[in-house]
């Protein structure tokens, strides 16, 4: 995915919109039913509210619920009938076909059913079932896997057992997009679990390892080459010039960029506080993203104009919104065109592709890039990757391939309300490759590790001890060559 939303990291599907729904347009015209085009989505639209249902053949679970305003807020519709509308969303369109009514299965779930285990364990099953993307990719039998967990659990199973089923059963996906939430009124004892299952790797390894602060271990690698180092919000971006006149910027994530004139005044944990009331209070957050985006990458490229070179840090970003990747594409494309192709899974095939098109900012960056990649570079971070390496064609990537985790995250909720979410979406190259599961390969390799805390261990331990960056000092020595 892919931000200011209590569940994880989710991206989810209906809020990275952030167009505004043309004036002129009566909304009245499309109320009624209406289901998605792959997603699994029911909506039932009236004069004042928007009702999300997760549908698939056997389960049927209300989902969010918002105003009509807020809806046509969120969506740009940019065609329709009476029929079929097709709404974008960030950078993403979605096609809605009109139906008559709710489907059968939604009107037969008792509230009986909503608890069951057995039912909510189906449910989740077939949604992954009908809508997940990389069964193949990732070798899995989900047939095989249904037969092994189903057994596990019965009408009598407690809530927390149920809810440790289903998630050590979608952790064998291996997929950094598709989890279970951990449950209201379950997080003490998932803690309790968590804990215990730390004291067992603790006792593997034969000593507990010390704690990193990761903003202090980010700060210290630029900071060893550039004396005045500088600060976007809370190091999400640093960036500074090396004394060789060459620019670095470390973008360390794909969301929080919003510019919303934090005074000065507070403390860092104050503004912090500051940042999320307004993000809470925004009508339009993720248009406030975007718009931050621009502003800080606007800045940057005004300070690093007349450097020789620019490295592209993102060895640190676990990704974001993939709106807000594109924006800082266009600061540094070198040619107009399309970054990349996504489309998503439907029935046994999938919906028409989307070329992903950009154009570069007229004072986009035009010397030499370089891009530095590790495992930990996920989602937002690996869709930004593809788009540079197909819209800079001299781009050159140095560290380890990506984390192989590209779709949106699709969130859901079982019928018994339970969060979880999926990867339904395909996102591949203007070749047709997709990188999901491998990750974007580098053209110079260095071996990170795969795991975040031995990885800034290791970014920790060369910064601190050695007093050097394996990556960078490639490519200053590429650039002396």
Known sequence: MKALLKFTAFTIFYLLTFHSFGQNMSTSSFTGYWKTVGYGFVIEITEENVQFYDVNKMSCAP????????FFTEFEVIES?????TAKGGITEYDFERIDQLPDVCRSITKTLQQDPLHNFDALWETFSEQFAYFKERDIDWNRLRTKYRSQISKKTKPFDLFMTLHTMVEELNDGHSMIGVPEGLEKKYAKYRKRKQKERIKELGYRPEPINTNDVRYANIDLYIDDVKEYLFGNIYWGITKDNVAIVQINGMANLANYNIPSSLSDEEAEIYYAEQAEASSNYLQDEVNGTRYIMDKILEEISGTKACILDIRFNGGGFDGVGMEIVKSFAQQEGIAFVKNTRLGEGFTRPQSIK????????????????????????????????????DLQIIG???????????????????????STEVYANTNGVNYEGKGIQPDYAIEYKKKGYWFYDQIKTETLLHKKDTAIDKVLKLLKQ
């Open 358 to 393: 950009i154009q570069p900012m007229a004072h986009a960056y035009s010397r030499p890039l370089f891009l530095l990649t590790s495992y930990q570079s996920a989602s937002a971070a690996e869709s930004f990757s593809m788009a540079m390496k197909a819209l800079s064609p």
């Open 63 to 70: 989902n969010l619920s918002q105003s009509i305003e807020e």
């Open 400 to 422: 380890s391939p990506t984390n192989g985790i590209f779709s949106d995250m699709i969130e859901k909720k079982l019928p018994n309300g339970w969060d979880y979410a999926l």
């Open 81 to 85: 009938t009476n029929s079929f509308f």
